[in-house]
């Protein structure tokens, strides 16, 4: 089982930015899919990125499509989500994931991201 801890949010103003981490361990998540999903108060939770293990490929949802990078490192078994030009609208609890196209194994716990504006 891989345990998930992200970290990295906070309280940034509108238009700066965030890097958040997710640090696996348990196990390599070398050849897992990794994914960056998010739940604001009294909504569901949403995907936000993924990055594939086999070629890095990545896609985004069409809210956060050229202001978030997703990226990941093999060695230190960490998956990143640097956040850009952020928006009151991006405010929520922020969770990575393995698996994020199917049905996910692991779930972080999460790490609040507020955007003032």
């Known amino acids: 089982q891989v345990q998930l801890v992200e970290s990295g949010g906070g309280l940034v103003q509108a238009g700066g930015s965030l890097r958040l981490s997710c640090a696996a361990s348990?196990?390599?998540?070398?050849?897992?899919?990794m994914g960056w999903f998010r739940q604001a108060p009294g909504k569901e939770r949403e995907f936000v990125a993924r990055i594939t293990w086999s070629d890095l490929s990545t896609r985004y949802s069409d809210l956060v499509k050229g202001r978030f990078t997703i990226s990941r490192d093999g060695a230190k078994n960490t998956v990143y989500l640097q956040m850009n030009s952020l928006k009151p609208e991006d405010t929520a609890v922020y969770y990575c994931?393995?698996?994020?196209?199917?049905?996910?194994?692991?779930w972080g716990q999460g790490t609040q991201v507020t955007v003032s504006s």
């Open positions: 348990g196990r390599s998540i070398s050849h897992y899919n």
């Open positions: 994931a393995t698996n994020p196209d199917g049905v996910v194994g692991s």
